[in-house]
């Protein structure tokens, strides 16, 4: 990873642009040892660094960019570059775009036989449901992720998984089941020391606690009265 904290985007974009420029370049004269390959690595993280930046249009174009250099039957390189531009496109609050790329991400992981990675799309799939308030697909959605991580562990997902299903609960007013899920992403983001896998279910574990504590004050009022 080129770079290791906010001081250190800009920086970071410099050096990739000057590396894009550069690969670009010795392509293009055939220059020995440089291929597509290097050229969509900084590609793809150049349009990542960009979506952290919230510049979603620099980090549209380049990651369309990085869709183009990958031959379709290259399945699994083609599947993540899609699901990158999918994750901006949600981010974006481009939903439909988002969906359309997460069902043609699924169907190269169908082709690829890439079972493990259906778990990203089907969690990803359940957020855009969710955000469109979809709430009874967004909830088959994770479900089918949740079936995949079953027998495919991938704890980074599944902390994610549980953060995206404590919301669904939430929005759903299902204070109980978003409280445990909370915990749960909480407890496993901690153990995986992943610091964005903590700090979302810590902001909703206590919008869960400060909505049952008045839930049960509220019913404690019905019952006096």
Known sequence: MAYQNLENYYESIMNYLQARNLKDSLVA????????????TTYSMLGNLYSDLFQIESARSTLQ??????????????MATIYNLAVLEEK????AQARTLLLESMELAEKGNFIDSKAYFFDALGTVSRSTLQMEQAKSYYDQAQQILDSFPQPTVQAGLYNNVGMYYLMMNDLDNAYNSAL?????????????KKWMPTRYYGKCRR?????????????LT
Do not use: C, W
């Open 65 to 78: 960019k990085a869709i183009d250099m990958v031959p379709h039957e290259e399945y699994y390189r083609r």
């Open 211 to 223: 909505r049952r504590a008045t839930g049960k004050m509220q019913l404690n009022m019905l019952r």
């Open 184 to 196: 749960k992403g909480l407890e496993l983001g901690m153990a995986i020391g992943d610091s964005r």
């Open 92 to 95: 974006d609050s481009n939903y």
């Open 29 to 40: 004269i055939n220059f020995p040892k440089i291929n597509y390959t290097d050229q969509l």
